[in-house]
């Protein structure tokens, strides 16, 4: 064993001396730590839990050698996470240990920062959805989807308990939200799409089946990576039900995409980490926006501008009267530690990218997806897109053979994509480089042979 | 538009370009936004739009800034921020203790990021990482099954909740409405069996300040779905009645919840699961050394008896039949059989269960027991040594200390002046003007005595010191009411207010 890898007993992290602690013990009147632990003979535990200590060095080896397992794979899988690029700005300025290190801004006189970049990120949300407020994170879309929902139950007074939600939903995003609701009298039902987008008029006979529904939701883009094109009557119809109209969308779509508010969205939900993180196994990004009149009813943190005793610009969280450690059962949500650190770098990323950048990303969404489909669709055993519509990022294409087949063959080949159907995958082009591209044609080019 | 508030003047006295961490003020303001820097709007129908423009927005406006600009508003930013690595932070029941720095290291290995939808065989490392965390919560809790879902500890509350709720409902015990809750317990727990559609019985304290075991017989009935439990709770106090506690709560068929905030002072002393608790969360970013990241992510895990397994959130992680060519175990995901669903759209905060991980493999049984050790031995060392009203005891991880006649919000905003992070302020609610105090196992003796120091200088100044602090810090006192009567929540109404 080398001079590194030497470990201390214990906690590294406790830096004790034995002349300190038996100073503390005095000072306290006891003559062992034993002694502090008002643990009854009955409930104690001495066994030790069976796991060795490490150096700091063998513990790295240990996390290596088991992710090394993880196999090396271009990923062109999207459904709502993306594995864009993040410019080594995001990383190395978030990992400021201030940010990282701190908690919760409450007390503000020394957290300005955090609540700054918070404040900016909130601006960055509002600028994108054109709705009046954002908070400054919830867990993940399929979350910030159920936190929806239980505003929607919240602001409107009517009897209606009924959550309208696309059949084309993944099916986490649907299962978080029938938890988020058991609570409450809220159910969840489906309602059709046709051809990759929501079928307006099978929605509309959805609706009137009661006068009941409190909240509609659609998703741009689609899961399948399609481009909703009837969002103005999807809004229309959920007014008519004076119900809550919830939109789906991310920060990339959302810099090209129609403006949720220019289509009468109430609420903008969705997974905000497209920007800002890897594909991390799933790790999101809570996005929540909505309009003004929700404002005491919106659940999450809130970060607000106000002055200080110099009269000088100050942030601070703001509007707590709403939050779990002062309404207690009656807040709006028990949410409390959140995204907050996943916010700031999104914001840095977004930042980063301006917003020539992130048009830019968007459009080349929309363009490279293109012509991915058509490089497919010239393959003999595929076509693609499924969809006869607008795609961004992502596209469903059909193959003749069985679609588990040529993903696990793709697999071995280095690609990994979605299986969505028994003859469909669903391949993304966010964040694959062009060449990288190139191969996975080549390789789809012998899977279909 | 372009809104440049950078500009150099060079009739600026020098004095107020001063690059100091404390205050850097320009035009009124501690650093400018983004947006009043640079922006740019652009005009997304002009040009090379692939989509028609009835399916597009008109423009999108942001800042546009250089990477040098940006390196210099987010170091600056940072500079404005108090976190463990700047000192000492004893914010009771939020255990803000030092993250070893190689944690982040692991959990940015290029292998740590795949994607959610890849396919079981080809993301071996993950599910055995996640499989070897399960395993290693569940040793430290006594608990039988542990789901690593819940991307916060309140979410792993509402996972608690919806277990038991799940639990209750498959023996035909779907009566059951009623969560009863200490008065003393996080705020968090009230609102978690709020969102799972219960009742709130609220339990007052006994004279010593644990569970009043009369007021815990009168709550309980055949209603009774679950009692929440911290342990040691709030106040620092183990509760030495737990077994009677868990007995009472067992004998009306309801289920004992432990909130796993406090677990830090316990651990390789006792654990939830042999003290008879049916179900707890763990707050791996707090008792495992995860950093907070100024309020998240963190990781709520839930572990639960083995009645209970079959409600866990689904997917979990196990073991599966087949071995790899070389002999080595591998691991596949799968259902539990009445599984209550997702509480997360994929499985929770991953990079967190990762520096989770490689915190417990780095200390060990050895490490984690003196961790709570001297996490204990540093709260009670402090009790000890500040000149506060210190009721009840004695203390495991943390204590309550009264302000007596001093308001304690405005002690903490004077203990910024001393350099050292103010403890959790006015709560629990129990003791008046609450100081509720947690140094954690990371200070050292010499820290605590500042720490101590500067309780007790505080408890010497007057009233109006008090008011006007802090003065030492980045911002003066900060005007709530005013951010709250008038609320400001994004740059666009700064903007509206200066036209």
Not at chain 2, 8 to 24: E, F, G, I
Not at chain 2, 92 to 97: A, D, L, N, Q, W
Request: proline content about 5%; charged content about 25%; some cysteine.
């Amino acid at each position: 064993m080398n001079e590194s890898d030497t470990y201390t007993t214990g906690s590294p992290y406790a830096p004790h001396t034995d002349d300190g602690r038996t100073a503390m013990l005095e000072a306290i009147g006891v003559d062992s730590v034993d002694e502090l632990f008002d643990i009854p003979e009955a409930v104690r535990f001495t066994d030790g839990f069976g796991i060795d200590a490490r150096s700091e060095r063998e513990t790295r080896r240990l996390v290596r050698s088991v992710l090394d397992r993880n196999a090396d794979l271009t990923e062109l899988l999207g459904r709502g996470h993306y594995g864009y690029y993040i410019p080594s700005l995001v990383d190395h300025l978030a990992d400021r240990s201030e940010f990282l290190t701190s908690y919760t801004q409450y007390q503000p006189e020394v957290s300005q920062g955090f609540l700054q970049a918070l404040f900016e990120y909130q601006s960055l949300l509002v600028e994108l959805t054109g709705l009046e407020i954002a908070n400054c994170s919830m867990y993940d879309a399929a979350t910030a989807l159920g936190e929806a929902a239980t505003l929607a139950e919240r602001v409107r007074s009517t009897s209606g308990h009924r959550v309208l939600v696309p059949d084309l939903l993944r099916d986490g995003r649907r299962s978080t939200l029938e938890n988020y609701v058991a609570g409450t009298d809220l159910t969840v039902e489906s309602y059709p799409t046709d051809d990759g987008t929501v079928d307006v008029d099978a929605l509309e006979s959805t609706v009137d089946e009661g006068d009941d529904v409190v909240m509609v939701y659609a998703e741009n883009p689609t899961v399948r990576g399609t481009i909703e094109e009837q969002l103005e009557s999807i809004g229309e119809v959920a007014d008519g039900a004076d119900a809550l109209f919830v939109l789906g969308s991310d920060p990339v779509a959302l810099s090209l995409l129609q403006r949720p508010a220019d289509v009468g969205a109430d609420v903008v939900i969705g997974d905000a980490s497209v920007l800002g993180l890897p594909t991390s196994y799933g790790m999101g990004l809570g996005l929540f926006a909505c309009r003004e009149e929700f404002l005491r009813q919106v659940p999450g943190r809130l970060v607000g501008v106000s002055e200080d005793a110099t009269d000088r610009r100050a942030f601070t969280l703001t509007l707590q009267t709403r939050e779990q450690h002062i309404r207690r059962e009656r807040a709006t949500s028990n949410i409390c530690t959140n995204q907050a650190w996943v916010a700031l770098r999104t914001a840095m990323h977004a930042a980063s990218l301006g917003p020539n950048g992130m048009v830019d990303l968007a459009k080349r969404g929309v363009t490279r997806a293109d012509e991915l489909a058509a490089r497919l669709d010239d393959l003999d055993g595929v076509q693609a897109p499924v969809h006869d519509r607008h795609h961004i990022r992502e596209f469903v294409a059909r193959v003749d053979q069985p679609a588990p087949a040529i993903a696990e063959d793709l697999e071995k080949r280095g690609f990994a994509v979605h299986v969505v159907g028994e003859h469909e995958i669903q391949v993304c082009v966010a964040g694959v480089p062009d060449d990288d591209l190139d191969d996975f044609v080549a390789a789809m080019t012998e899977v279909v042979r | 538009m372009s809104n440049d508030q950078t500009t150099n003047d060079p009739t600026t006295d020098a004095s107020q370009v001063r690059y100091d961490q404390a205050r850097y003020v320009n035009d009124g303001q501690y650093e400018p936004l983004l947006s009043e820097k640079d922006q740019t709007s652009v005009d997304i129908g002009a040009g090379d739009s692939p989509l028609p423009d009835d399916l597009t927005r008109d423009d999108l406006e942001l800042p546009e800034l250089s990477e040098p600009e940006l390196a210099r508003h987010y170091t600056r930013l940072s500079q404005m921020i108090y976190g463990i690595d700047s000192g000492p932070y004893p914010l009771g029941s939020c255990t803000m203790k030092y993250n070893p720095k190689f944690t982040e290291d692991v959990a940015a290995l290029p292998s740590a990021a795949v994607h959610p939808d890849r396919s079981e065989e080809s993301i071996q490392g993950t599910l055995e990482l996640l499989y070897r965390l399960q395993d290693y919560l569940g040793r430290i809790g006594g608990m039988d099954a542990v789901t690593l879902q819940p991307p916060a500890g309140a979410a792993g509350e509402f996972v608690g909740i919806r277990v038991a709720a799940a639990y209750h409902e498959h023996n035909g015990e779907g009566h059951r409405d009623e969560v009863i809750i200490p008065e003393s317990a996080h705020g968090t727990n009230f609102a978690t069996a709020a969102l799972g559609g219960y009742d709130v019985v609220s339990l007052p304290s006994d004279e010593d300040g644990r569970v009043d075991l009369d007021a815990l017989e009168a709550a309980l009935s055949e209603n009774t779905a679950a009692l929440m439990l911290t342990n040691p709770n709030t106040l620092g106090l183990f509760e030495r009645d737990i077994e009677e506690i868990a007995d009472m709560v067992h004998d009306v068929g309801g289920l004992l919840y432990y909130d796993g905030a406090n677990l830090n002072a316990l651990l390789g002393r006792a654990r939830p699961g042999d003290m008879g608790f049916d179900v707890m969360h763990y707050n791996v970013h707090k008792t495992f050394a995860t950093p907070h990241g100024g309020g998240g992510p963190g990781a709520g895990p839930v572990g639960v008896v083995a009645e209970l397994e079959p409600f866990l959130p689904a997917p979990r992680v196990r073991e599966a039949d087949a071995e790899t060519n070389s002999g080595q175990a591998t691991y596949e995901l799968f259902d539990p059989d009445h599984t209550i669903g997702n509480v997360h759209g994929f499985q929770g905060n991953w990079l967190v269960l990762v520096k989770a991980f490689a915190y417990i493999a780095r200390l060990g049984d050895e490490g984690l027991t003196d961790a709570s050790a001297k996490a204990v031995l540093n709260a009670n060392y402090l009790a000890s040594q500040i000149e506060y009203d210190v009721p009840y005891g004695p203390f495991h991880h943390e204590f309550v200390a009264s302000a007596g006649d001093q308001d304690a919000a405005d002690v903490a905003k004077r203990m910024l002046d001393y350099g050292v992070h103010p403890p959790t302020t006015k709560w629990p609610e129990i003791v008046p003007e609450a100081l509720m105090t947690e140094p954690t196992e990371i200070e050292s003796k010499d820290t605590l005595d500042r720490l101590a120091a500067a309780f007790n200088a505080v408890a010497q100044e007057s009233d109006e010191v008090l008011e006007d602090a802090p003065e030492r810090t980045t911002a003066r006192r900060i005007d709530q009411t005013s951010a709250a009567r008038s609320p400001r929540l994004s740059w666009h109404e700064l903007a509206e207010e200066d036209t």
